[in-house]
Each structure stands twice: as C-alpha cells, then as structure tokens.
C-alpha cells in the first residue's frame, strides 16, 4: 500500500514563475491537507481539502496561493508570481476520515521548492 | 487549534542513553501527536495520545499526557544513532498544529 506522495520532490523557480506542486493521497484516503515549513522552523497548516472542496483554508496566504483536490487526480497546491520568500519544504498529509478525535494524518515526502 | 511547542531545541546524547522531549501547548485538545522527521525528509507519525489517557507505550518509545499541565512528554529509551530527528508534537484536529521542533542528535 503506497504512502502519500508529493512531486516534484525538489523544484526550482526563477522569481515570478508559477509553482505547481503535486500530492496524491493514500488509498482510501479522501481528506489531504498542505503544510508549509520554512527553513530551521517547524510545520504550518495552510489548507485541507476533502474531494472538490475546501474544508479550511485559514493558513493561506491571501494572494497568490491556491489549492484543489479534484474528483479525479492529485491535489494541487499552486503558487504564482513566486517570491523567494517561497522557498520552503511543502508537506502534504492525507487521513481517511476528516481529522478528529483519533484520526492520524500520514505524511508525504515533501517538496523543497527554491526560488532563485 | 493552537501550536505546541517542543523543548529542548536540540538534545544531544549517547547511544544507549535516554531521551525526554517536552511539549507543551495552551488550550484544551482531544489528542496530541508525535511525529518525528529525519532531515531532508517526511514525517513519520509515531503515536497518538487521547486526552484521557496519561501514558502510552511502543516499542522504546513513551509518551506522557498531563493535561492539567497542559505538558506532554516523549522519552526514547536505549537511544540508536538511527534516532537521529527532528521530533514534533502536534495538536488539533483538521488544521494540526506544529511546534519547532526537537532536534536530537545520538552519538554512536
């Protein structure tokens, strides 16, 4: 049963391009949420996204980051015009059922994503 | 949901030592998590504690949960040079939040 997974696991970026990151969840698994972790810092929740939909998206920056969890495919979280300021480890988790009492979240390898 | 924070920073030990990470956070929740993270990499969840429960074990590692202190704790026992991590506690639910970090470093 594979994990999560995350591509690309490493992207570079020239300032001002679009990043686009990928994450595909474990089987059976139909919540995925994104973190980010800057350098020397620990994780922060951006966004969680059932199928279609946007539970939370409270850790999202206002202008340039987006996030969807289409019916069918990865999610995606995307990142325009980036700044280096953007470069950071992406993290995606997926859990089976919507996080609560006793729901754990499985990690993917992460994107490190560079802004040059 | 509100952050935990982990202490020390960074702990350095030898094989075969003990470890104790602290954590600790500031409202009430319905679990805490333990993830660790080897550098470079993801994170691997190592357990989960109810906030009714107080201690939980596996294999060499041990997990306490004071909530009238609002404190966790993970110990690693007979510590391995493999145990080199970053160990994170997490709280909350959909939007979990994360600490810094521990960062432990076991000498061989």
């Known amino acids: 049963n594979a994990g999560v997974m995350q591509n690309p696991r490493h992207l570079v970026r020239r300032r001002g391009q679009e990043a686009r990151l990928r994450c595909s969840p474990m089987?059976?698994?139909?919540?995925v949420y994104w973190y980010r972790q800057l350098p020397e810092e620990g994780l922060k929740f951006m966004v969680y996204l059932q199928k279609e939909n946007i539970i939370d998206e409270s850790g999202m920056p206002k202008e340039r980051f987006s996030a969807e969890f289409p019916k069918e495919g990865p999610s995606i979280l995307r990142i325009q015009q980036v700044v280096r300021g953007d470069s950071a480890a992406y993290f995606c988790?997926?859990?089976?059922?919507?996080?609560?009492?006793?729901?754990?979240?499985?990690f993917g390898p992460g994107t490190r994503l560079l802004v040059l | 949901s509100q952050q935990g924070e982990e202490d020390p920073q960074a702990l350095s030990i030898q094989e075969g030592e003990n470890a104790t990470m602290n954590c600790s956070y500031k409202?009430?929740?319905?679990?805490l998590q333990w993830y660790r993270q080897n550098s470079g990499r993801g994170l691997v969840h190592l357990i989960l504690?109810?906030?009714?429960?107080r201690e939980k074990h596996s294999g060499r590692l041990r997990v306490t949960l004071d909530t009238s202190k609002k404190s966790s704790s993970l110990l690693i026992t007979a510590s391995r040079a493999a145990d080199t991590a970053s160990y994170f506690c997490?709280?909350?639910?959909?939007?979990?939040?994360f600490g810094a970090g521990t960062r432990l470093t076991v000498k061989p």
């Open positions: 504690i109810r906030s009714n429960e």
């Open positions: 988790a997926s859990s089976q059922k919507a996080g609560g009492l006793y729901e754990t979240q499985y």
């Open positions: 997490a709280t909350g639910n959909n939007d979990m939040r």
């Open positions: 089987k059976g698994h139909s919540h």
């Open positions: 409202t009430s929740i319905n679990n």
